[in-house]
Nanobody
Framework: QVQLVESGGGLVQAGGSLRLSCAASGRTLSTTSMGWFRQAPGKEREFVSAVSWNGGNTYYADSVKGRFTIYRDGAKNTMYLQMRSLKPEDTAVYYC???????????????????????WGQGTQVTVSS
């Protein structure tokens, strides 16, 4: 089974940037669609971004579109989330997640739903100060 470990979180001022990493072990990510979710205190976990296993499809929540970029490095078996122009409302624990099936199709509805993912990392805290 794949194990996921996030890193790269921290404290940053509004307008700053961070890059989150999600390193996988136990299975190649080359056939795994993956996503980033976040959860702020008192709120439900929400979708941030996702990438299909073939890298050809990416999806973003409206709140981060144009500011965040998701990508993957097959050689390092790692997925990334480059975050720019951060806002205080981006403050949350960020989780990476992996699908457990080889998708034959991709959609926002599929990859944007937490229930679509079977493996989760432990999360990394991102705090954006105003």
């Amino acid at each position: 089974q794949v194990q996921l470990v996030e890193s790269g979180g921290g404290l940053v001022q509004a307008g700053g940037s961070l890059r989150l990493s999600c390193a996988a072990s136990g299975r190649t990510l080359s056939t795994t669609s993956m996503g980033w979710f976040r959860q702020a205190p008192g709120k439900e976990r929400e979708f941030v971004s996702a990438v299909s296993w073939n890298g050809g499809n990416t999806y973003y929540a409206d709140s981060v579109k144009g500011r965040f970029t998701i990508y993957r490095d097959g050689a390092k078996n790692t997925m990334y989330l480059q975050m720019r122009s951060l806002k205080p409302e981006d403050t949350a624990v960020y989780y990476c997640a992996a699908r457990e099936t080889l998708d034959s199709y991709f959609s926002y509805a599929l990859l944007g739903a937490p229930r679509s993912y079977g493996r989760w990392g432990q999360g990394t805290q991102v705090t954006v100060s105003s």
